[in-house]
């Protein structure tokens, strides 16, 4: 007897937002122009409600090639699958990352869970040549920077 065996194909899909300018996405190298662009794309009517998690890919030029919702979570924690980071990571062609979650409580403290996924995140990303650029905190009116706070 035969076995039915069917190989999936996996495409990478562009969809462009027709509320997003180009020019946005230009050279977003430091946390205040991170912090903007993560908002633009956030789903701002759940911000203060469930924790969710962004990731921003970034060509050389610092460009952002591509972003992505990673994980909803619930009212003080998400869940991140590094997989799921990495792949897309792969799929567009970037080397550099930055990455995003909200704190609806309001607290800028990062969690022991927050640094040790910026740790794994770090590591990976030393697997594939991919460059972790920072993991913001976002509350509704500020955010908290890893890099610039000195957490790696």
């Known amino acids: 007897m035969k076995k039915n065996f069917i190989a999936n194909e996996l495409k990478l899909s562009y969809h462009r937002n027709p509320k997003l300018s180009a020019d946005d996405f230009k050279c977003i190298n430091n946390s205040r122009l991170m912090d903007r662009t993560f908002r633009m794309i956030w789903d701002m009517d759940e911000f203060e409600i469930r924790e969710s998690f962004y990731a921003l890919y970034f060509n050389t030029k610092l460009d952002v090639v591509a972003y ?83 957490e790696f």
């Open 68 to 150: 992505r919702k990673i994980a909803d979570g619930g009212l003080d924690a998400v869940m991140v699958d590094m997989r799921l980071i990495m792949s897309s990571t792969l799929l567009c062609n970037a080397t550099r990352i930055a990455v995003a979650h909200n704190h609806p409580s309001g607290t800028l403290r990062p969690s022991t869970a927050d640094r040790a996924l910026t740790n794994k995140i770090i590591e990976a990303g030393k697997v594939l040549d991919i460059q972790l650029l920072d993991h913001l905190v976002l509350t509704t009116n500020s955010y908290y920077s890893f890099r610039d706070e000195g």
